[in-house]
């Protein structure tokens, strides 16, 4: 049987389903045309942005939610304030988020200059009295809000948030709301990876 797997650039302010539930909100239906055998694999928040895979794959839907497999996902994510080295070793050791540590990251870094990404709409509220920094981070877990939590938990709540990597996939040139048909190396790929 031929499987699809689609990568999908989730814009802002979209919802990581196909139906609103009657909330009026942006999802997955908006966009497209898909398939209608495919779903998301995991979910990105309804205010974050980036890669999200849909598929009709149960075998690499499994392999990629999985937690013993532990691929990886990065995410450019911009924070209040500039964080100090501390705070990025905090952030790769793991933090306590709802009374449970995280997994090791593999990276936290501060970036030196803002990513080349395309402009969120709405952007993102500037102050003049807060500064502004972007981290990359790479976890290889996936709990809810996770990114958002444990940026808090350093002091440094998330503004925006990408995730432009999934394993060795990357976003490579796509706009918010356009997607594309992963390739059959592609998926031999992702069923490949994982860091454990």
Same mark, same amino acid.
């Not at 030196?112 to 920094?133: N, Y």
């Given at each position: 049987m031929t499987h699809t797997t689609i990568l999908f650039y989730k814009p802002f302010q979209v919802l990581s389903q196909f139906t609103d539930e009657g909330s009026g909100k942006r999802t997955l239906s908006d966009f497209g045309p898909f398939s209608k055998s495919v779903y998301p694999?995991?979910?990105? @928040?309804?205010?974050?942005?980036?890669?999200?895979?849909? /598929? @009709? @794959?149960?075998?690499? !839907?499994?392999?990629? %939610?999985?937690?013993?497999? =532990?691929?990886?996902?990065?995410?450019?994510? *911009?924070? $209040?304030?500039?964080?100090? /080295?501390?705070?990025? $070793? *905090? %952030?790769?050791?793991?933090?306590?988020? $709802?009374? !449970?540590? /995280?997994? !090791? =990251?593999?990276l936290a870094r501060l970036l030196q200059a803002e990513p080349d990404l395309p402009e969120r709409v709405p952007p993102v509220r500037f102050r003049k009295t807060v500064p502004t920094a972007w981290i990359e981070l790479t976890l290889t877990e996936g709990r809810n809000r996770q990114v958002r939590k444990m940026t808090a938990a350093v002091g440094h709540p998330t503004l925006r948030l990408v995730r432009t990597k999934i394993g060795a996939l990357t976003l490579g040139g796509l706009s918010p709301g356009a997607h594309r048909v992963l390739t059959q190396r592609e998926i031999e790929m992702l069923l490949a990876s994982h860091s454990v």
């Amino acid at each position: 049987m031929t499987h699809t797997t689609i990568l999908f650039y989730k814009p802002f302010q979209v919802l990581s389903q196909f139906t609103d539930e009657g909330s009026g909100k942006r999802t997955l239906s908006d966009f497209g045309p898909f398939s209608k055998s495919v779903y998301p694999v995991g979910r990105l @928040d309804y205010d974050s942005e980036g890669l999200l895979l849909l /598929t @009709d @794959d149960n075998r690499l !839907k499994h392999r990629l %939610l999985d937690p013993t497999f =532990a691929h990886t996902r990065t995410y450019l994510v *911009q924070v $209040e304030r500039i964080p100090e /080295t501390h705070a990025l $070793e *905090q %952030l790769e050791n793991g933090v306590v988020i $709802e009374g !449970k540590q /995280t997994r !090791k =990251a593999p990276l936290a870094r501060l970036l030196q200059a803002e990513p080349d990404l395309p402009e969120r709409v709405p952007p993102v509220r500037f102050r003049k009295t807060v500064p502004t920094a972007w981290i990359e981070l790479t976890l290889t877990e996936g709990r809810n809000r996770q990114v958002r939590k444990m940026t808090a938990a350093v002091g440094h709540p998330t503004l925006r948030l990408v995730r432009t990597k999934i394993g060795a996939l990357t976003l490579g040139g796509l706009s918010p709301g356009a997607h594309r048909v992963l390739t059959q190396r592609e998926i031999e790929m992702l069923l490949a990876s994982h860091s454990v």
